[in-house]
């Protein structure tokens, strides 16, 4: 069983920097198959950045390109999001994702508040 827990969310202004943490436990295909969405009020979830499994490319969101990024630590099982430049759009839940097995497990999210 895959359970993930993510941290590293709070409050800041615009222009400021968070750098999100996500601790994975269980059986997983490989690391490359994590990526990180998102959730704001009132709209879908959107996935954000992730890596390519097999492979271990990386891809980003248009709207976080050259502002946020996606790394690990395999070792470790973690997977990282820093986000930097933020702003009041980047507010939401920030939800890590095991994609290798449908449908995709998340973890319980994160807060991030980027305020004007």
């Known amino acids: 069983q895959v359970q993930l827990v993510e941290s590293g969310g709070g409050s800041v202004q615009t222009g400021g920097s968070l750098k999100l943490s996500c601790a994975v436990s269980g059986t997983i295909v490989s690391m490359d198959c994590m990526g990180w969405y998102r959730q704001a009020p009132q709209k879908e979830r959107e996935r954000v950045a992730y890596?390519?499994?097999?492979?271990?490319?990386?891809s980003y969101a248009d709207s976080v390109k050259g502002r946020f990024t996606i790394s690990q630590n395999k070792t470790a099982k973690m997977l990282y999001l820093q986000m930097d430049s933020l702003k009041p759009d980047d507010t939401a839940i920030y939800y890590c994702?095991?994609?290798?097995?449908?449908?995709?497990?998340y973890g319980q999210g994160t807060q991030v508040t980027v305020s004007s």
């Open positions: 890596f390519y499994w097999p492979g271990g490319g990386i």
């Open positions: 994702g095991y994609m290798c097995r449908s449908p995709t497990v």
